[in-house]
T-cell receptor
Framework: GPKVLQIPSHQIIDMGQMVTLNCDPVSNHLYFYWYKQILGQQMEFLVNFYNGKVMEKSKLFKDQFSVERPDGSYFTLKIQPTALEDSAVYFC????????????FGPGTRLTVL | GEQVEQLPSILRVQEGSSASINCTYENSASNYFPWYKQEPGENPKLIIDIRSNMERKQTQGLIVLLDKKAKRFSLHITDTQPGDSAMYFCAASYGSSGNKLIFGIGTLLSVKP
C-alpha cells in the first residue's frame, strides 16, 4: 500500500531543547496529519494541514508546536521547547483528499524527552 | 462531544472462531469510520473502512456494520487466525474539516491456536 516515511525513528533529547520530526508523505497526497500516541493508548489527533495551512488543531497542539511543509519537502513537526510530557510516538499520516478519505500512517518517531 | 467508545478492551478467542469489536460515537456529523490494526512497535494499518452512505461492507474475512441512528459501528473478523492477534482501533471523523480522526481506546485481540 501507500508508504509514508518518517525520520528519525527514534530521538532522545533533553527537556527544553528543540526537536524537528520529519515526514515524507505519499507523493500525490495533499492532506497531512500528526497524531500522538502514548504507550498503550490510542492515537490522538494533533493537527491537520492542507495547502500550506493548518486546518484544525487539538488542545494537545500546544503553542510550542508548529508545522510546515516548505515547497513540497518534508512535512515537519517542530517542538520548541520540549517538555517531559512530550515523550510519545508521533505518527505522521497523509491522505489524497480530505473528508472521508483514507489516512495512511508512517512508522512513527519515538520521542524521549529527558 | 468527540468521544469514541470502544469495547471490549481485551478479546481472547479460539482460532477459527469469530471476533467482534463495537464502537460508538457522539457526533451525528461524523461520516467516515476506519478500522486500523496495530502490531507492537508498528504503525497503524488501515484494514477496512465504511462511509455513512453504507450500512455494511465486507472484504477478506472482515465485515463492518454501521448503524447511524444508534451511532454505532462494529468490526467482525470471521475465521480468526493467530496472525490476527494485534491491537485494533476504531475511529470516527470529526471536526470542521471533517478529516480529524478520533480513535477509540483500542481492543487487544488474542487468537489462540
Amino acid at each position: 500500500g501507500p508508504k509514508v516515511l518518517q525520520i528519525p525513528s527514534h530521538q532522545i533529547i533533553d527537556m527544553g531543547q528543540m526537536v524537528t520530526l520529519n515526514c515524507d508523505p505519499v507523493s500525490n497526497h495533499l492532506y497531512f496529519y500528526w497524531y500522538k500516541q502514548i504507550l498503550g493508548q490510542q492515537m490522538e489527533f494533533l493537527v491537520n494541514f492542507y495547502n500550506g495551512k493548518v486546518m484544525e488543531k487539538s488542545k494537545l497542539f500546544k503553542d510550542q508546536f508548529s508545522v510546515e511543509r516548505p515547497d513540497g519537502s518534508y512535512f515537519t513537526l517542530k517542538i520548541q521547547p520540549t517538555a517531559l510530557e512530550d515523550s510519545a510516538v508521533y505518527f505522521c499520516a497523509s491522505s489524497l483528499k480530505g473528508q472521508g478519505w483514507e489516512q495512511y500512517f508512517g512508522p512513527g518517531t519515538r520521542l524521549t524527552v529527558l | 462531544g468527540e468521544q469514541v467508545e470502544q469495547l471490549p478492551s481485551i478479546l481472547r478467542v479460539q482460532e477459527g472462531s469469530s471476533a467482534s469489536i463495537n464502537c460508538t460515537y457522539e457526533n451525528s456529523a461524523s461520516n467516515y469510520f476506519p478500522w486500523y490494526k496495530q502490531e507492537p512497535g508498528e504503525n497503524p494499518k488501515l484494514i477496512i473502512d465504511i462511509r455513512s452512505n453504507m450500512e455494511r461492507k465486507q472484504t477478506q474475512g472482515l465485515i463492518v456494520l454501521l448503524d447511524k441512528k444508534a451511532k454505532r459501528f462494529s468490526l467482525h473478523i470471521t475465521d480468526t487466525q493467530p496472525g490476527d492477534s494485534a491491537m485494533y482501533f476504531c475511529a470516527a471523523s470529526y471536526g470542521s474539516s471533517g478529516n480529524k480522526l478520533i480513535f477509540g481506546i483500542g481492543t487487544l485481540l488474542s487468537v489462540k491456536p
